[in-house]
T-cell receptor, first 116, second 113 residues
Framework: EAGVAQSPRYKIIEKRQSVAFWCNPISGHATLYWYQQILGQGPKLLIQFQNNGVVDDSQLPKDRFSAERLKGVDSTLKIQPAKLEDSAVYLCASSLDLWGENTEAFFGQGTRLTVV | QQQVKQSPQSLIVQKGGISIINCAYENTAFDYFPWYQQFPGKGPALLIA?????SEKKEGRFTISFNKSAKQFSLHIMDSQPGDSATYFCAASINQAGTALIFGKGTTLSVSS
């Protein structure tokens, strides 16, 4: 079974530029998550999708961050404009479903973003 | 109330020793408590998980102990090996409500040979 695919692996941009990250979850997984992991900290949820609908985006800085999962499969996270404090690893995860026994979250390798 | 507090921040253990990492939570609605292991340059991977209807769960050398009244849970790694050197995160969620995982800040474990 293929894992969660993310691209690019690394990205360096200047502040105020825009950047986009892509995630392809495990086939058949209805739930998709984007997490931000700042160096030395645990992952922090940015947004949670169930199929193509948003379940939780309460911690997404909506003035600069946006995410979509239009066809309920792959997803894109965008930052525009980027700030220095956005430097982090952006992790995508997926799970079979939202609840019950099918909620194990499988993580991709992440995209390391450096804003200079 | 949504926090999960993890300690210690870092841990050095001799090969063959026991590694113990602790987590505490406030939200009594949490009903799913996994531990994730993360190696440098990789995403977190599920190690072991427990639900509050049991006080202990063991898988190989890894054991979760859960104390519902104290709102604490811990990870024990028996016979620690150099290959266990990684960062460990506890997490919690309200599984019956479909909420996403809230992670602790992580513990960096180094097992010396």
């Amino acid at each position: 079974e293929a894992g969660v695919a993310q691209s690019p692996r690394y990205k360096i941009i200047e502040k105020r530029q825009s950047v986009a990250f892509w995630c392809n979850p495990i086939s058949g997984h209805a739930t998709l998550y984007w997490y931000q992991q700042i160096l030395g900290q645990g992952p922090k949820l940015l947004i949670q999708f169930q199929n193509n609908g948003v379940v939780d985006d309460s911690q997404l800085p909506k003035d600069r961050f946006s995410a979509e999962r239009l066809k309920g499969v792959d997803s894109t996270l965008k930052i525009q404009p980027a700030k220095l404090e956005d430097s982090a690893v952006y992790l995508c995860a997926s799970s079979l479903d939202l609840w019950g026994e099918n909620t194990e979250a499988f993580f991709g390798q992440g995209t390391r973003l450096t804003v200079v | 109330q949504q926090q999960v507090k993890q300690s210690p921040q870092s841990l050095i253990v001799q090969k063959g020793g026991i590694s113990i990492i602790n987590c505490a939570y406030e939200n009594t609605a949490f009903d799913y408590f996994p531990w994730y292991q993360q190696f440098p340059g990789k995403g977190p991977a599920l190690l072991i998980a427990i639900r509050p209807d049991v006080s202990e769960k063991k898988e190989g050398r890894f054991t979760i102990s859960f104390n519902k009244s104290a709102k604490q849970f811990s990870l024990h790694i028996m016979d620690s090996q150099p290959g266990d050197s990684a960062t460990y995160f506890c997490a919690a969620s309200i599984n019956q409500a479909g909420t996403a995982l809230i992670f602790g800040k992580g513990t960096t474990l180094s097992v010396s040979s």
